[in-house]
């Protein structure tokens, strides 16, 4: 294996995200539309990265890893690196959501504990896609990190042994089940909600419920919010529910109330719905949600009930100015990029054009395709 230098014991870090990079494929009406870099850790570390949230990433690749990345990933020669193909259909479902097949057709080697640094963090993130976290690998970012957040795909997901399709368990049928007590935060999407006993949980950690186009939902064991949505263009919804939980993340890591990180995350997953792959955004826009953070740190509100761990879970009174500021942001940095001339793609076909050559110079699935919720 090739990976970064150790890192001393004694060392102090803000967050560790642990989970493997992917190839991502994603397949609109039978026909390749996209190749991209995947994985949650992708996602979630384009928004830290742009919110200058200090963080260390353990991810594995093989040797056949296609991508240049800020943080450099485990590099295992005897595997491949995990490969997802996602199959997309047009048409809008009955509750707003394009349909999704996703099937794993390759799987890198799993994180294992002793992958990880011997360092101590403020934070760390379990978002493994491919089922790469293990229990033991949780159980030592649980070790090392003041607070850890945790997606739960990286515990329910299990894979066809056919064809690769992923299919969630109940999390009370994994071997995670015992750690939740020490979890901090737990995110699901809508569907995955359905695989975690949603009452139960909310007794031990938080759990914040991505809806989509609805936006989300908070709950902790005395009470739930409804956090407001961003108007979006969808063009892929993969990894909306990973540029979420990074800018929840990154909330939290900030001292914001839970609602405001909430909504900071809602606010990310839809910029990453209007491109393909991990969200490119310009800097200009993360400095004007940097301020806007600055601006509403717990230390500046003094008004915010606080809890023994120093969380929030109270909706600051002027939330719907910060919702405001940040749309007026989004909204000045797409006038800049349409003025300059580099829109994003607003529909499947622009997506086609601006990843047609790649595809034709660099294809990353190997077996023919077959024409057979909502984060890679």
């Known amino acids: 294996m090739v990976r970064d230098s150790k890192i001393p014991h004694s060392s102090t870090f803000g967050g560790l995200i642990v989970g493997n990079y992917c190839h991502d494929v994603l397949i609109r009406d039978g026909v390749v539309v996209g190749e991209t870099l995947g994985g949650a850790a992708s996602f979630i570390s384009a928004v830290l990265d742009g919110l200058s949230i200090s963080h260390q990433l353990v991810a594995k690749v093989g040797s056949d890893f296609a991508y240049s990345t800020n943080h450099r990933p485990i590099v295992t020669p005897t595997s491949k690196t995990t490969v997802f193909h996602a199959y997309f259909e047009s048409e809008i479902n009955g509750i707003g959501h394009q349909d999704r097949i996703l099937k794993r057709v390759c799987a890198c080697d ?4 002793s992958d990880l640094p011997e360092a101590r963090f ?3 993130m379990a ?3 491919g089922g790469e976290i293990l229990p033991e690998t949780l159980e030592k970012m649980l070790d090392i990190c003041d607070q850890v957040f945790v997606d739960v795909q990286a515990l329910i997901r299990t894979f066809d042994a056919v064809d690769g399709t992923v299919k969630p368990v109940g999390l009370k049928d994994t071997g995670f089940s015992h750690l939740l007590p020490r979890v901090k935060f737990l995110k699901a999407s809508a569907d995955e909600a359905l695989f975690i006993d949603l009452e139960e949980v909310r ?4 759990v914040a419920v991505t809806q989509g186009k609805d936006g989300s ?3 902790w064991q005395d009470g739930e919010i409804q956090i407001a949505p961003f108007i979006a263009n ?5 990894g909306a529910g990973d540029s979420f939980l990074g800018g929840f ?3 939290i890591a900030q001292r914001l109330a839970v609602p405001d990180a909430a909504l900071l995350g809602n606010f990310f997953g839809s910029l990453t719905v209007t491109q393909v792959g991990p969200p490119k955004i310009d800097m200009k826009l993360f400095q004007m949600v940097k301020d806007e953070m600055n601006k509403r740190r717990m230390g500046g509100l003094p ?12 909706k600051p009174p002027d939330q719907e100015q910060f919702c405001s500021s940040l749309t007026a942001a989004k909204a000045i940095n797409m006038y800049q990029i349409e003025e300059s001339g580099r829109n994003p793609p607003s529909s499947s076909k622009v997506m086609e054009q601006n990843t047609k050559t790649k595809l034709l110079q660099n294809s990353l699935h190997e077996e023919p395709l077959q024409s057979f919720d909502e984060d890679i």
């Open 249 to 251: 993340a990154a909330g």
């Open 110 to 113: 799993p994180i294992g504990p």
């Open 127 to 129: 978002v493994g896609v």
């Open 203 to 206: 007794k031990w950690c938080c």
């Open 234 to 238: 969808q063009v892929d919804p993969t």
């Open 217 to 219: 939902k908070v709950y």
């Open 122 to 124: 403020d934070f760390g």
């Open 303 to 314: 008004c915010l009930e606080r809890r023994d761990d120093g969380l929030s879970f109270r």
